[in-house]
């Protein structure tokens, strides 16, 4: 290996200056970790990376309220600020998660109020972000930091991930660099696409030894001067320039360094000479050097079962494993509403388990079906499991199957309604897990979107259950605008000329 690389432990770079002691070594990455060097980054190249990066950065770089509040004096609210976004950011838009996030900062503004919030409202906050595991991991990581820290966020990467539950090394190093000022680099979808692409990194990017790869790479970049900015900056570009699809490679400021932008254009200059060959300079070998003149046992290297499609360009990085299939799951769902004397409208809605999918969160009832099982009746798994009796059912309708996708379930459900009158209600006892609602109790509550979807189909067959009834009625008394139509047709046709 070539001894003017960082990885070799021993020289890094801080713009000529040592700073190897400052990174956090990663699980997998040892100090004389090879790297193949199609796949690694000279000395100069580092600097160039983080000056290009950074001042592209400065200039660009998008007005976000999480930057703003990470730039408090106070380390707990800078860190409590940084943690709350980056959570929400998990698999999340960022225009989406800009309400989220303002909402809950404006409720919750410290980690004290967090820590006295119940589930409960944390649930009802965090309803229709998703992962709900994520926002219930928050809160107890706020109540450790509150009850056993006295008060007092972790301040570095090490201990964040060894303190605080639900905190990961991502979310570790991104909360250490951003309010602590700790050199550590970071590694998420972002980063791991810019990286991939700089270096023709072409394995499957969840595989571990590419994954050590991309996490040595971020520790030996991060720009230790400014390693919270570096950071953002890094998932800033591939966000909103190195996309998935379409990126803009004529505006990135790091199409110098991209070897995957080198790899297209040397193939579009061969095409455009008809592969008439040319003299490489032996220093430009390196930089110029072809994916397939790597080592046949090169783990960083495309499958030879995959190779390079020249129609994607930079876009054949980074390549991703196969997904398993989601598995199919059916669920039979009644929605029961009451018919209560004060005229509105009431829902039975009931807890799911505290562990699981959806821990916490409030649902209609329902039960989940096996392969061939014969569809429950709703009302008695209701009585059974929910002490909720139902002496007579005023109406009963189909509204048909709503579809939701989780990220490993692909989740049918089977909906059916259920009417009745609110003294054909019979509750046999108290029970928290448990609720009659209105629709906007329904709606605020801390449902999933599926419950939500599940609703407005409920809505939907209500509102064409009504239509076939008017029409119906119409029909029956002639008053079928059709019929008029037709009538003065033929009164027009037998009306004498004049």
Known sequence: MAKNRSHSGKKTVKKGKENSSKHAKVKGETDDMKIPPV????????????????????????????RKMATRSDLN???????????????????????????????????QDLAKATLEEVNEMWSGLGYYSRGRRLH????KVVDDLDGEMPKTAATLLKELPGVGRYTAGAIASISYSEA???????????????????ADSTNQHTMDTFWSHANMLVDPDRPGDYNQSVMELGATVCTPKSPDCSSCPLRQQ??????????????????????????????????????????????????????????????????????????????LCKKCSDDKHRFLIVQRPKKGLLAGLWEFPSQTMEE?????????????????????????HSVGEV????????????????????EKVEEETESEERRWVTKEEFLEAAVSTAMKK????????????????????RESSGDDPGDKKKQMSINSFFKPKN
């Not at 798994?381 to 059912?393: F, G, L, M």
């Open 454 to 473: 599940i609703f407005k189909a409920y809505e939907k067959s209500l509102d064409d259950s009504k239509k076939k009834v008017t029409k119906r009625k």
């Open 403 to 422: 579809v939701h996708i989780f990220s490993h379930i692909h989740q049918t459900y089977s909906v059916e309604a259920v009417t009745v009158l609110e």
């Open 258 to 335: 991209c070897k995957a932008l080198c790899q297209v254009e040397r193939e579009r200059q061969m095409s455009a000479s008809k592969l008439v060959e040319k003299v490489v300079k032996k220093e430009e070998t390196e930089t110029l050097l072809d994916i397939e003149c790597c080592a046949d046992n090169c783990k960083l290297c495309f499958d030879k079962e995959e190779p390079w499609d020249s129609s994607l360009g930079v876009m054949n990085y980074p390549r991703k494993g196969k997904k398993k299939p989601p598995r199919q799951e059916i669920a039979r769902v009644c929605v």
């Open 77 to 111: 609210q800078r860190a409590y600020a940084v943690w709350v976004s980056e959570v929400m950011l998990q698999q999340t838009q960022v225009a989406t998660v800009i309400d989220y996030y303002n909402k809950w900062m404006k409720k919750w503004p410290t980690l």
């Open 184 to 202: 550590t680099g970071l590694v998420d979808g972002n980063v791991i696409r810019v990286l991939a692409r700089l270096r023709q990194i072409g």
């Open 140 to 143: 107890e990581g706020a109540q």
């Open 372 to 396: 061939d099982m014969k569809a429950p009746d709703m009302l008695d798994i209701i009585d059974s499991k929910y002490n909720t009796s139902i002496e007579a059912v005023q109406e009963k």
């Open 39 to 66: 796949h690694d980054f000279k000395v100069e190249e580092i600097s160039a990376v983080r000056e290009n990066l950074l001042s592209w950065y400065d200039a660009n770089k998008r007005d976000l309220p999480w």
